[in-house]
């Protein structure tokens, strides 16, 4: 079993249950093909050389961590090109770093080596869109991988709300970005139009799959990408 076919069986598990990006990532095939790479791997240590990482203080409301997690999670993780599982991982949006554990000391996991983390049931891969569309190189929520690709790139933001004269709150606000692949290029889709536009040379199929699964953009936009960038793909072939 090579691992494009891997990749792909994963992709194909989290694109089919609705929303993906709310799927199982440990379920029927894919524990067989984990375990797989899991029995193939070498000496985990190379994973903690690197720089040692504090928590960050909390705000007032949010935290700079992945879904508000300030904890790590056990996560699926291709380090130097090796598959190791059940590796605890915190992601710190804010800064875009991956963090592990180990003795009670938290690290930083090198970017240069770190390609794919499944944590709490999403895909992160390290990308660099080399300049499109002013996207940064860095880790992105992969929704959707296959002719068409959804990224999402996780961004908090912090705000200062003066409660009074002599107090303001620090919040800690999500402001993910969702892309959309299409050719060679990536879109920005911020707005079910932005959607519309993209996939334009479909756009009646596209309306009609949206009524009749009764997806409302607005409700759920990542999924809401994500399935119609699927079903573009099915018309498209």
């Known amino acids: 079993l090579d ?16 929303p993906p990006r709310d799927s199982a990532l440990y379920s ?33 409301k949010g935290t700079f961590y992945f879904q508000d997690k300030n904890y790590c999670t056990p996560s699926l993780i291709c380090f130097n090109a090796k598959w190791h599982k059940d590796i605890p991982v915190l992601y710190d949006v804010y800064n875009d770093l991956m963090v592990a554990v180990n003795n009670n000391y938290l690290f930083v996991l090198k970017r240069e080596k770190l390609s794919d983390v ?48 002599q107090f303001a709150e620090i919040i800690y606000e999500d402001h993910s970005t969702i892309y959309l692949k299409k ?22 199929q596209i309306n009609e799959f949206m009524r009749a699964n009764k997806i409302k953009f607005n409700k759920d936009k990542e999924g809401a990408v994500a399935r119609v960038a699927g079903y573009y793909d099915q018309i498209s072939n």
């Open 28 to 60: 029927g095939a894919a524990v067989n093909t984990i375990s797989y790479f899991n029995s193939n791997i070498g000496d985990q240590s190379e994973i903690y050389s690197g720089t040692q990482y504090d928590l960050l203080p909390p705000a007032n």
């Open 118 to 165: 499944f944590l709490q049931g999403h895909h992160f891969i390290y990308f660099d869109p080399k300049g499109q569309n002013n996207m940064p190189t860095g880790f992105y929520d992969e929704l959707y991988d296959g002719r068409s690709t959804v990224l999402v790139k996780r961004i908090k933001a912090i705000f200062d709300h003066q409660v009074s004269a």
């Open 183 to 204: 050719g060679d290029k990536f879109l920005e889709i911020g707005s079910n139009g932005d959607l519309k536009d993209a996939l334009a040379d479909k756009k009646k």
């Open 3 to 18: 691992l494009t076919i891997f990749l792909g069986l994963i992709a194909l598990l989290s694109f089919e249950q609705s």
